[in-house]
């Protein structure tokens, strides 16, 4: 009898997507944990199944699409770093990544995008949603089409998509609370800040941390939430519009962008080593901010994976036939201070 990939996970014990991905060489698996498959997989005599091979071979590859929004922000180009890596290896198996950009969040914009993928022919379907119900309606009306539809950095759990790849954003948004009641033994004024009330990620985060923050934080006094669409303009005016309303502030949280806008403004009123403050993405200008103390901790959540896995799923799922491991493909949340970068 041949061994299979989940005796193989059983032995090692780890998933079969993580199996998966070793014997697939498909990456994001730890060099040590690696190695310890790949021995595991050939004491026990593991061998590829070659009817599969032979099968995928014959076949037609399909095509992938792939409708990216907020493209121009910082942490969108570290997606599309993933999502060109993928391109390229699925290029090398004869299967084309169709990409359509979005620079903002335009519901308008992605309906269209998703029109022309499904003119295009294609057979599988990753992008990053949004809660409006047009959306939602058209990942229907494309998934009754026979189009699988993964879900990338924000999610739609109410549609019929087959996954979603990214950040936990409610236990993110628990554990900056945590961070700051950290941070603030005390207790203290903290103004939380978001991007779009709309943008799914921005939102459970923010409602995590304020929900968590209530319930288990009660020395954190929380602000009303300000708004600043992503634009550091803004998130700037609204923090310096705080330290005047409230000199006592102690910290402050962004579930969205705008950090540089917030360090700019504590840096101007000489409130930098004073506030603490927590936000997310590893971007370059994140990373200097963070080593000149502007912003106390960064939650990353591996930006690559989130633009390299979806193509790679659907092409596992379209090819292979095999299924993602999980509904919730998380990427880890990992928090990043200057002394651990």
Do not use: W
């Amino acid at each position: 009898m041949s061994v299979t990939i989940k005796q193989i996970a059983d032995a090692a014990g780890v998933s079969r997507g993580t199996v998966d991905r070793v014997l697939h060489s498909r990456g994001h698996v730890k060099p040590e944990l690696e190695e310890r498959i790949c021995r595991l997989a050939k004491e026990m005599g593991y061998q590829p199944n070659k009817l599969g091979r032979a099968l995928v071979m014959s076949s037609r590859s399909p095509k992938i699409g792939v409708v990216c929004q907020f493209s121009e922000t910082p942490f969108m180009n570290l997606v599309l770093t993933g999502i060109e890596q993928a391109r390229g290896e699925l290029r090398a198996m004869g299967t084309e990544l169709l990409l359509e950009t979005i620079d903002s969040y335009d519901v308008g914009r992605v309906l269209e995008a998703i029109d022309r993928m499904m003119e295009a022919g294609v057979s599988g379907l990753a992008l990053t949603p949004g809660d409006a119900p047009e959306i939602l309606g058209k990942i229907q009306e494309v998934t009754a089409a026979g189009v699988p539809v993964v879900t990338f950095n924000t999610d739609s759990p109410s549609s019929a998509r087959m996954c979603y790849v990214g950040l936990d954003n409610a236990r993110a948004g628990d554990a900056c609370a945590g961070l700051m009641s950290t941070c603030l033994r005390s207790g203290g004024l903290v103004l939380p800040i978001t991007g779009y009330d709309d943008h799914q990620a921005h939102s459970q985060r923010m409602t995590s941390f304020l929900n968590t923050a209530r319930r288990e934080f009660p020395g954190l006094q929380l602000l009303p939430c300000e708004r600043c669409f992503d634009v550091d303009n803004i998130a700037e005016k609204a923090v310096l519009k705080a330290l005047k309303n409230y000199p006592e502030l102690k910290g402050i949280y962004i579930s969205g962008n705008g950090q540089a806008g917030v360090c700019r403004a504590l840096r101007s009123a000489g409130k930098t080593r004073d506030i603490c403050v927590i936000c997310y993405d590893l971007t370059e200008a994140n990373i200097n901010e963070l080593k000149k103390g502007g912003i106390d901790f960064l939650i990353d959540q591996d930006a690559h994976a989130q633009g390299y896995l979806p193509a790679t799923l659907l092409y596992d799922y379209l090819v292979m036939g095999t299924e993602p491991v999980s509904e919730f493909c998380h990427t880890e949340i990992k928090i990043k201070t200057k002394y651990n970068l």
